[in-house]
Nanobody, 125 residues
Framework: QVQLVESGGDSVQSGGSLRLSCAASGYTYGSFCMAWFRQAPGKEREGVAAIDSDGSISYTDSVKGRFTISQDNAKNTLYLQMNSLKPEDTAMYYC???????????????????WGQGTQVTVSS
């Protein structure tokens, strides 16, 4: 079965950087859309970035220019490089995968079939 395992979350100060990883297994990596979502306490889950099976990439506006999504197909791993972190980036970050859709902007991810357990990112001012 499809498994997604995130890692790399941590507590950092404002302006710092982190790289999240999502190790995928159970399917042909590269054939699904892969995405990052986040959910802050008391807020709805929101899409952050996605990379489709054709390599097209999308970001939500609040992270453009600061976050970079990438993947290593040889390692079946998705990454999210986060720079210039802000306190408002504090959230649980989730990796998601779907064989069909790849919407992330304005999405809460309900259409994604597979999810990881999440990794916590905390940014202090």
């Amino acid at each position: 079965q499809v498994q997604l395992v995130e890692s790399g979350g941590d507590s950092v100060q404002s302006g710092g950087s982190l790289r999240l990883s999502c190790a995928a297994s159970g399917y042909t990596y590269g054939s699904f859309c892969m995405a990052w979502f986040r959910q802050a306490p008391g807020k709805e889950r929101e899409g952050v970035a996605a990379i489709d099976s054709d390599g097209s990439i999308s970001y939500t506006d609040s992270v453009k220019g600061r976050f970079t999504i990438s993947q290593d197909n040889a390692k079946n791993t998705l990454y999210l490089q986060m720079n210039s972190l802000k306190p408002e980036d504090t959230a649980m970050y989730y990796c998601a995968a779907d064989p069909f859709g790849c919407t992330v902007v304005g999405s809460d991810g309900y259409e994604y079939d597979y999810w990881g357990q999440g990794t916590q990112v905390t940014v202090s001012s």
